[in-house]
C-alpha cells in the first residue's frame, strides 16, 4: 500500500488548512502524526475503520478533525484556528491488520510527509 498525501502549506496563525491521503489500496486504522523539528513523532488524530472512534491530541483537540472516505480510500485532516506551534511535518499512516489504534509502532504503511507552515 502506498500513502499521497497532500494539502500542506504556508498558513497565517488562525487559518485553515485540509491534508488529505490517499491509499493506494483497501486500508483499516488510519491516522495523522506530525514531525517538528528536534522533536519525535507525535499523535495528531486517529480513525477507525467505520469512522465511529477517533483520538485526538490535546493539543488540537477543538481544532482539528479526522475523517475518511472508504469508497475512495482517503483520510482527510482538516485544521482549524492554526498555531505557529502546530508547524511540522505531517505524516498519514496506515494498517491493514487493526481497525483502530492508537500506537505509531503498529502503523505498517506511513505517507511521505507534507510541511505545514503556521506564521506570520
Known amino acids: 500500500v502506498q500513502l499521497q498525501a497532500s494539502g500542506g502549506g504556508l498558513v497565517q496563525p488562525g487559518g485553515s488548512l485540509r491534508l488529505s491521503c490517499a491509499a493506494s489500496?483497501?486500508?483499516?486504522?488510519m491516522g495523522w502524526f506530525r514531525q517538528a523539528p528536534g522533536k519525535e513523532r507525535e499523535l495528531v488524530a486517529v480513525?477507525?475503520?467505520?469512522?465511529?472512534?477517533?483520538v485526538y491530541a490535546d493539543s488540537v483537540k477543538g481544532r482539528f478533525t479526522v475523517s475518511r472516505d472508504n469508497a475512495k480510500n482517503t483520510v482527510y485532516l482538516q485544521m482549524n484556528s492554526l498555531k505557529p506551534e502546530d508547524t511540522a511535518v505531517y505524516y498519514c499512516?496506515?494498517?491493514?491488520?487493526?481497525?483502530?489504534?492508537?500506537?505509531?509502532?503498529?502503523?505498517?504503511?506511513w505517507g511521505q510527509g507534507t510541511l505545514v507552515t503556521v506564521s506570520s
Open positions: 499512516a496506515a494498517d491493514q491488520s487493526r481497525l483502530f489504534t492508537t500506537r505509531l509502532h503498529e502503523y505498517d504503511y
Open positions: 489500496g483497501r486500508t483499516y486504522a
Open positions: 480513525i477507525s475503520w467505520t469512522g465511529s472512534t477517533t
